[in-house]
């Protein structure tokens, strides 16, 4: 199973982006997907998660500009972020709770998003 993080880049503070991720492979099914972040010298940090369901669950910090969403169809996990921040600027990672014979987590490659000043 592969995740395939796109839609990263260089945006002006207080512009937006949204990132995509596509979960490939051979799979039962996906629980839980959600995206992370990682700033250089930083530990990586949660950002939003959604269940199989559509509940979500966002980090204080990104609460009213991030949007998280998922299309099960596709296995395809979005993240609209609106009003960025030059502090936004990390790497993002994706990653879904697989079911195949177990249920284990993969991550996607991150994908860059840079917000100037």
């Known amino acids: 199973v592969q995740l395939q993080a796109s839609g990263g880049g260089l945006v002006q503070a207080g512009g937006c982006l949204r990132l995509s991720c596509a979960a490939s492979g051979s799979f039962f099914s996906i629980n839980d997907m959600g995206w992370y972040r990682q700033a250089p010298g930083k530990q990586r940090e949660l950002v939003a998660t959604i269940t199989d369901d559509g509940s979500r669950n966002y980090a204080d910090s990104v609460k009213g500009r991030f949007t998280i969403s998922r299309e099960n169809a596709k296995n395809t996990v979005y993240l609209h972020m609106s009003s960025l921040q030059p502090e936004d600027t990390a790497v993002y990672f994706c990653?879904?709770?697989?079911?195949?014979?177990?249920?284990?987590?993969?991550w996607g490659q991150g994908t860059q998003v840079t917000v100037s000043s």
């Open positions: 990653n879904a709770e697989v079911i195949q014979l177990w249920t284990h987590t993969v």
